[in-house]
């Protein structure tokens, strides 16, 4: 019936209609059936994140220790002002709670690290999806860790990539969150984070590069030190200035755009010029030889914990006595090199004919060749008789004319050979003059030592063991075994006072001679410094001419085994000073300490005192573990009689005023300074051991292979100058002290007697021995050496550390 059926023309046109429906109903299914499969991959996720967290969390570290967080912290010593001196240890750090680090810093960390620390969880989901794709296509990590997840990373695991890591990571950070609270966390993460040369957190970071503590750090600073924890030696103020100046202003962009600076600030912090410390700070505290010497006293009582426990000693220095200690040695080390001959350049370089490739060159010199304090290298590039060019580290160019080529003629003369010739390329040493010019110098052979401690408890006020540390750590104070020449002398003339001798004793200055027959060995005839005699003379006058002459006849009269068993109430080894007439002229062997110990006995008023170094030692959180506290001056510490220090104090003053340390009361202009000279045999070693009664300091200088300062040169002439330096500045401000005369001593005619030797003072004839003395027979004098002796490793060790223990 062609009223009801349906044509091809319009089924066809009926059709479309049905279509919608059918796609509906596709992409229903489509989408129900995607809905289901992530629905299974979630719930399997879930399923594999649950067996994950059952299997692993339980093999998780214990984190229970991080609430009371002790990184590895070094030791540090310190001066009694609290100046560090010295640390110790593989890893540099501070340890600041989070409440004293300033809130710049953690707002700088924050902006850069994880803005959103303290309102998530402690996972950034979308960032770990991200760093995974980035590991599956073997991309560079996007870098998603929160800090609690660094945290986590820095304590406990290793660097490794690998899904396995990632898993205890996050597992780890879960566990974090849940048992710290979010400054417990910041405060581990600003304190264990490793940020370059050796720094760890950011209070170590600080001191290494910009040489202040944390709490002074500017926003410009805490963003420079902010951008170090992404890659410490790419981002690092010192090697890569340029980049780290970089992420610094991305960083202060950074603490803009979260609100934590405003835009002034952050334009102050971008125009801020930063110091960066490079090098060695010139302001800094150099006591080096007192840090060793500190390292090995604690090592010994804390073994290897020395280095990670966090150890704070306090030294009885005084930082500022030490700095100008430091100076006053130097100085009057390289006052004496001014007048020795110039031994020629330290090296040679070719320099390229190419300005860039000569610049490399020179660099790669000067930094194999470092400055030396205030002597300085440089490589020459121009040379003559009149004028040397030279350069220095970052190109900068000095120019020596005049008086500054004075100490390197020798150097420049057309005739010099070829090792001592300055011409371009030769790497020179160059310091500035007072006048701020340049004069050509060199690094000195000549070795001294100074140390300085107070003679009423033994405190070590100043130590300087050698010229440089890092050239000789040999320590002269502690290990260098010389002959002290005349300046052994008092305690001669001390053990004298109690064999009946007295000030004015008079004894002749004439001429002796022992033969072979006498001394068992090579005939001796021994001279006067100055090759003359005066003839007959009193003690006083003796002494303050430093008379050889009259020492060996004094020991003569009392006896050299009594003067060998007197110098030990001094702290002397008596083995060390055989019993020969020529320990009266300080044949035998000391050492600087054992020197100012000596005198110090003179001092304070006949009393042994031991030198001491360590005040305090205390923990990483100021709990004191050991303070030192000297017992008071007793007759139980007791060397010689108060009377006798009396009448040696005053010789020694005599000494000072008019003697052959004469400049010292000239110079300081203050009566109480007492102290002596000492010369050795062809001027190879020069003292001065002096003292005011609140301070007792000793100055050495020689060869460590021993050989002739110069004909010229003595203790007055190169140690007594140093020692002035020194006290001009330690002395100011403190009050002149007279010694009060003890019980048993009596002024005749303004010369001091013992009570029992008052009547008839001063009335012995020349040549003869004082009412009381007994003669001794006549012994061989030693082996006139004079090498620096040092004891075996073990004993040497265990010396230097008894020495400092109080």
Do not use: C
């Not at 660097?159 to 396995?164: D, G, H, I, L, V």
């Not at 007492?674 to 060869?703: E, H």
Request: net charge neutral; aromatic share 10%; glycine share 8%.
């Amino acid at each position: 019936m062609p009223s009801s059926a349906q044509t091809p023309d319009s089924r066809s046109k009926s059709s479309p209609a049905k279509r919608p429906s059918s796609w509906s109903r596709s992409l229903v299914k489509f989408f129900l059936g995607s809905i289901g499969l992530v629905l299974a991959g979630l719930v399997g996720l879930a399923i594999f994140l649950a067996v994950a967290l059952a299997v692993a969390y339980p093999n998780l570290p214990d984190i229970s220790a991080l609430s009371d967080y002790r990184p590895k912290q070094p030791l540090r010593v310190y001066t009694s002002d609290g100046v560090i001196i010295g640390e110790f240890g593989e890893e540099r750090r501070r340890l600041t709670p989070i409440d004293e680090i300033p809130q710049i810093m953690k707002d700088a960390v924050l902006a850069i690290e994880d803005a959103r620390f303290f309102s998530h969880g402690g996972v950034d989901y979308l960032g770990v999806v991200r760093a995974a794709l980035a590991n599956l296509g073997r991309a560079k990590s996007q870098g998603a860790s929160t800090i609690t997840m660094q945290v986590a990373r820095n304590v406990y695991l290793t660097a490794e990539k690998s899904y396995t890591r990632k898993i205890y990571e996050i597992l780890l950070t879960f566990k974090l969150e849940h048992s710290l609270t979010k400054n417990q966390i910041l405060e581990i993460y600003m304190n264990q984070i490793f940020l370059g040369n050796r720094s760890y957190g950011f209070a170590a970071a600080s001191e290494t590069y910009f040489g202040k503590p944390l709490k002074d750090v500017s926003i410009a600073e805490a963003a420079m030190l902010a951008g170090l924890p992404k890659a410490p030696s790419t981002y690092n103020p010192i090697a890569n200035p340029t980049r780290a100046k970089t992420r610094q202003l991305y960083i202060i962009e950074r603490m803009e755009q979260n609100g934590f600076i405003t835009a002034q600030q952050a334009k102050t912090a971008r125009e801020e010029e930063l110091h960066i410390r490079t090098g060695r700070d010139a302001g800094r505290v150099h006591a080096e030889y007192v840090a060793e010497t500190v390292r090995q006293l604690v090592f010994s009582q804390y073994g290897e914990e020395t280095y990670t426990r966090g150890l704070n000693v306090y030294t009885t220095l005084k930082s500022t006595d030490q700095s100008v200690a430091y100076k006053a040695l130097r100085k009057g080390i390289m006052d004496y090199e001014r007048r020795q001959i110039y031994r020629g350049p330290e090296k040679f370089i070719d320099l390229p004919s190419n300005p860039q490739e000569t610049e490399d060159a020179i660099d790669e010199a000067l930094a194999d060749n470092p400055d030396n304090g205030d002597i300085m290298s440089a490589v020459v590039l121009e040379a003559s008789p009149k004028r040397i060019l030279a350069m220095r580290l970052n190109s900068e160019k000095v120019t020596i004319t005049g008086e500054g080529l004075r100490p390197a003629q020798s150097g420049l003369a057309d005739k010099a050979g070829p090792n001592i010739k300055i011409r371009p390329g030769a790497l020179i040493r160059v310091a500035k003059t007072p006048k701020d010019t340049w004069e050509i110098t060199q690094l000195p052979e000549v070795e001294g030592a100074f140390v300085a401690m107070d003679p009423r408890d033994g405190a070590v006020r100043a130590l300087i063991g050698g010229f440089d540390f890092g050239k000789n750590k040999f320590n002269h104070v502690t290990q260098a075994w010389r002959q002290p020449g005349s300046s052994f002398k008092p305690f001669i003339y001390s053990a004298a006072l109690e064999k009946g001798f007295t000030p004015a004793t008079v004894v002749n200055d004439a001429p002796l001679f022992f033969d072979a027959g006498v001394t068992g060995g090579q005939p001796w005839e021994p001279k006067n410094y100055d090759g003359g005699f005066e003839g007959p003379m009193s003690l006083r006058t003796a002494l303050k001419k430093s008379k050889n002459l009259v020492s060996i006849r004094i020991l003569q009269s009392i006896g050299a085994k009594y003067g060998q068993e007197w110098v030990t109430r001094f702290g002397f080894d008596a083995d060390k000073h055989p019993a020969y007439l020529t320990m009266a002229l300080g044949a035998g062997s000391v050492t600087p300490m054992q020197m100012v110990t000596g005198y110090s006995v003179f001092a304070n008023g006949g009393y042994r005192v031991n030198p001491y170094l360590i005040a305090k030692i205390t923990d990483q959180r100021g709990k004191v573990l050991l303070e030192s506290t000297p017992p008071a001056l007793n007759e139980s510490m007791r060397g010689i009689d108060a009377r006798n220090a009396f009448v040696m104090d005053s010789l020694l003053q005599e000494v000072a005023r008019s003697g052959t340390a004469a400049k010292a009361q000239a110079v300081l202009k203050r009566p109480d300074i007492f102290g002596k000279t000492g010369t050795t045999n062809d001027s190879i070693d020069t003292w001065f051991v002096g003292f005011q009664p609140t301070l007792a300091a000793a100055v050495w200088m020689g060869y460590d292979t021993p050989k002739k300062l110069g004909d010229r040169e003595t203790g007055g002439g190169l140690s007594l100058p140093i020692w002035i330096n020194f006290m001009e500045y330690a002395l100011k401000g403190v009050p002149v002290t007279e010694y009060q005369p003890p019980e048993g001593v009596v002024n005749l005619n303004g010369e001091w007697y013992y009570d029992e030797y008052a009547k008839g003072a001063g009335i012995s004839s020349v040549g003869m021995l004082p009412e009381g003395a007994s003669s001794a027979e006549t012994n061989p004098p030693p082996d006139p050496g004079g090498a620096i002796q040092v004891l075996p490793p073990s004993d040497e060790k265990k010396r230097i550390l008894d020495l400092f223990k109080n």
